[in-house]
């Protein structure tokens, strides 16, 4: 019944920007933590960020921190990732995520296993 789906991904040069966005339909996203996952071909899938229910507290990986940014438009029902200076290895297929429990807290140690619905994904390609 939910159902998330990105845009937003293509190709980039190294130093530019890129914006995701995940609209999520069928079902509530306003009650659920948020995060964006990233898989590289080969590579195991890993997470880029997490916010919470209420958009107060968010979290990054080492690699993003400072570069990329999360947020969310409850009333929209959406979910961003702002993305700038991107490098040749943020190169990989984006995805977003819903939490399995509704207002559950985020952390850095937050795991695949506890987001219950998936978007597609969308390729970011970033060119050196």
């Known amino acids: 019944q939910v159902q998330l789906v990105e845009s937003g991904g293509g190709l980039v040069q190294a130093g530019g920007s890129l914006r995701l966005s995940c609209a999520a339909s069928g079902g509530a996203f306003s009650r659920y933590g948020g995060g964006w996952f990233r898989q590289a071909p080969g590579k195991e899938r890993e997470l880029i960020c997490v916010?919470?229910?209420?958009?107060?507290?968010?979290f990054y990986a080492d690699s993003v921190k400072g570069r990329f940014t999360i947020s969310r438009d409850n009333a929209k029902n959406t979910v961003d990732l702002q993305m700038n200076n991107l490098k040749s290895e943020d190169t990989a297929v984006y995805y977003c995520?819903?939490?399995?429990?509704?207002?559950?807290?985020?952390?850095?140690?937050?795991?695949?296993?506890?987001?219950?619905?998936w978007g597609q994904g969308t390729q970011v390609t970033v060119s050196s």
């Open positions: 916010i919470s229910w209420d958009g107060r507290r968010a």
């Open positions: 995520a819903r939490h399995g429990t509704p207002f559950a807290a985020v952390s850095p140690r937050s795991s695949p296993r506890d987001f219950m619905h």
